[in-house]
């Protein structure tokens, strides 16, 4: 009986053990771990502040507004890095197009607007969700709401930790 | 005596009707009422919510971010038109650079940000206040917080009433 109790403890612990390192996974490196994806699109991100705009040539061919929650404001706002949990950082795609009206009105060939909106990017920190990358949740939605597929997705992270300086966040706060 | 007192009471009337058509201006019409422009940068638009971006070419080289007031974006997303009184519209002004760090993760040249901040421009509407320039009173602050003088603010109107169709407002809603 005092050896089959020991037994019972043993195995107890032992299960304790692994619950344990389960939950707080201590010896899973970022490396060994699945990277987990942004798969809703964040409440109210149209209402957001500002942070700053950018342009890609060539194949993307696109015009970005880069809009933050009130957490990744005032991180902005207050220099911290790295950013806290919570912060959102979301950048909304539009094609690059050339306004007929506005280089009317200029008289020259000059001006170019949002087009058609392609996509909504975000960055959502978290730091326990996302260990694996960075602490950042990256997420991409095409203008039809749907999240892209999960070998897409698995090219954010690498580029992203070219910017490690300033926490994985390429876009600088536009005053 | 007499005499004395309906001539008092004649400039009195008269007075009175001097002060009342300076404050209605009900005789001067659109043409002839002088341009009144905005000289005071309206508090807190850095926090508006986002319209849409633009780029321009050339001798101006900009990147511009428009936000609106809540009234703005009320009218904006409900498509009415004109837009009320109290719609205010801001345009942030930014050089449009290469950026040095983002072509670098992306292993060429494409991206293009906000530089230095120019200048921030407003459209303030008040139909009473800026009849003269369709219920609009335009405003430009370069980054030192200065209004521009008023040679410059009197190319504004001229221009925006080619879009009178739009109320004067060239930039569309980004959805």
Redo the contacts between chains.
Sequence with gaps: MKKVTLLLVGVATLAGVVVFTAATAPHVTAQEAAPIFVTEIPDGY?????I???????N?NS???I?GNDIAIKAYREGKLPFPDGAIIAA?H?K?VP?T??N???G???????GA?TNVQFMVKDSKKYTATGGWGFGHFNSDGKPVDDAFMKTCFP?HQ??KERDLV???Y??
């Excluded at 700053?52 to 060539?58: I, L, N, P, W």
């Excluded at 020259?108 to 949002?114: G, L, M, N, T, Y």
């Design positions: 149209r209402e957001w502040r500002f700053s705009v950018a342009h890609e040539e060539g993307l015009f970005a507004s809009l909304l539009y690059f306004s009206e506005n009317k009105a200029f020259r060939d000059q001006s170019f607007v949002a909106p580029c070219k910017i390429f876009t600088r536009a005053p």
